[in-house]
């Protein structure tokens, strides 16, 4: 396992990122545990969960998990849904961080968390008002780091421009989804992660399954992807640009002898500017299928090959500047 630090801070993190999603729900608890022991095991210490996962239990079942390993883990959760049927019971206004924050650390047996992360963008709240909340819990000890997650890229970059402004502590990771059959973050996103070095974090690498090569092109009736809306229902994966995507990583799947999993994460591994995927499993096989994408290197070529094939369509203005612009 390697480590990387995560943004511009000094805390490291493993290449690696356990998403536990699925945690009390398609995987018992009793599996949760074993799959949070085997990740540490091989040097494993970041793992994802949110407020909102399974209504709690996903945060109830990583704080078991990581009780007695408290300071090797570092621990990221989220806050910003609904938790309750009231006015303030969503966003992240100063009450409503304030608090989910209690209710996550007593849910996870904590009394910090190492990266909180604001879930959606809030249109209600000014931006000034959540960064200073997130800040005072900084100053109080009760989280380290924070970081944003399925945020635009101006959202992001009046977040930073307001902790700067401000001297409040500043988001040092984003989280969007991202993986070869979604590469919307590369029309801006991509870019300001770099300029501003924001880690980036990106859920669902394998596209829910779909980049495991499970599915053929009848609509399925079995795993995750049979959910009816959201990022990972069949009307977004199952699209005939998706499976052409898919057949090049088949092919470099059987051309390197890893499964289409591996494949799909080690391409992502590969890409600069990705700390650390976030991947889900849902069983212990998956699991382990899954953590044989680190410790080998994919070829350049098969590298290139998988970029080409899973590249957005030109469209301006990078078409307009790639033609017409030069540096100087
Ligand atoms: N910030 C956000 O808004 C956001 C949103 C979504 C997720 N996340 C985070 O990202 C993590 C990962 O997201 P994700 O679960 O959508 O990611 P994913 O890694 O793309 O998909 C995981 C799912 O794919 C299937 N799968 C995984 N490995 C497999 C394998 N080797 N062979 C066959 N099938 C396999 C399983 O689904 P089956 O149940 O069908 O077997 C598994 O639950 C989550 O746990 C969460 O921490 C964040």
Wanted: aromatic content about 10%.
């Amino acid at each position: 396992m390697q480590y990387r630090l995560l943004g511009r801070s000094g805390l490291a993190v493993s290449q690696l990122c356990l998403g536990t999603m699925t945690f009390g729900n398609t995987t018992s608890e009793s599996d949760s545990i074993e799959m949070i022991d085997r990740f540490f095991e091989r040097g494993g210490n970041f793992v994802d969960t949110a407020n909102v996962y399974v209504s709690g239990r996903s945060e109830e079942i990583v704080g078991k998990a990581i009780k007695d390993r408290r300071s090797e883990v570092v621990l990221a959760t989220k806050v910003r849904f609904p938790t309750a049927d009231h006015p303030n019971g969503v966003g992240v206004s100063r009450k409503h961080i304030m608090d989910c924050v209690e209710a996550s650390l007593k849910r996870l047996q904590t009394d910090y968390i190492d990266l909180y992360q604001v879930h959606v963008w809030d249109h209600a709240t000014p931006i000034e008002e959540t960064i200073r909340a997130l800040d005072d819990l900084v100053t109080t000890g009760k989280v380290r780091y924070i970081g944003c997650s399925n945020f635009f890229a101006w959202q992001l970059m009046k977040s930073l421009a307001c902790s700067d402004a401000n001297r409040y502590v500043r988001f040092i990771s984003v989280q969007p989804q991202y993986s070869l059959v979604s590469r919307e973050m590369d029309r801006e996103m991509m870019s300001l992660c770099l300029e501003e070095n924001v880690g980036v974090i990106p859920w669902a690498p394998l596209g829910g399954g779909f980049l495991t090569g499970r599915y053929t092109r009848e609509e399925p009736t079995y795993g995750r992807l049979t959910t009816k809306m959201g990022e990972s229902s069949w009307g977004v994966r199952g699209t005939e640009r998706n499976f052409s995507i898919l057949s090049a990583v088949l092919e470099a799947a059987k051309e390197l002898e890893k499964t289409p999993a591996q494949v799909s994460l080690s391409w992502l591994l590969q890409r600069e500017g990705i700390t650390s995927p976030i991947f889900g499993a849902s069983t212990l096989e998956q699991f382990e299928d899954n953590m044989g994408a680190i410790g080998w290197n994919m070829p350049e070529p098969v590298w290139n090959r998988l970029n080409e094939a899973s590249s957005l369509p030109s469209e301006y203005p990078n078409r307009f500047i790639a033609k017409f612009a030069r540096p100087f």
